[in-house]
């Protein structure tokens, strides 16, 4: 079994930053793709971004230059820091992680509001 677990959403204002956390578990057998879709309310799940195994990194369009995603060393674990966060980028945040299909964790709140 694999688990995929993410943490660290909230309520930020807008202009404010966020930090989310997304650890898996259980039989990956090494590193693995791994990243962020979010699903705003009314709206389809949409991609955000990914880290290969090797460490390159893809972002979409929307959040290129203020999100930031890392991997913690050679673990499938992964934090995506979000910087000068909009109100558009309310959503719940959904890690994956890829190993044979596609593995999800539960979703995170982020909320960006004054």
């Known amino acids: 079994q694999v688990q995929v677990v993410e943490s660290g959403g909230g309520l930020v204002q807008p202009g404010g930053s966020l930090r989310l956390s997304c650890a898996a578990s259980?039989?990956?057998?090494?590193?693995?793709?791994m990243g962020w879709y979010r699903q705003a309310p009314g709206k389809q799940r949409e991609w955000v971004a990914n880290?290969?195994?090797?460490?390159?990194?893809d972002y979409a369009d929307s959040v290129k230059g203020r999100f930031t995603l890392s991997r913690d060393g050679a673990k499938n674990a992964v934090f995506l820091q979000m910087n000068s966060l909009k109100p558009e980028d309310t959503a719940v945040y959904f890690c994956?992680?890829?190993?044979?299909?596609?593995?999800w964790g539960q979703g995170t709140q982020v909320t960006v509001s004054s």
């Open positions: 994956f992680l890829i190993f044979a299909r596609t593995y």
């Open positions: 880290i290969t195994p090797g460490g390159s990194t």
């Open positions: 259980g039989s990956i057998g090494g590193i693995r793709t």
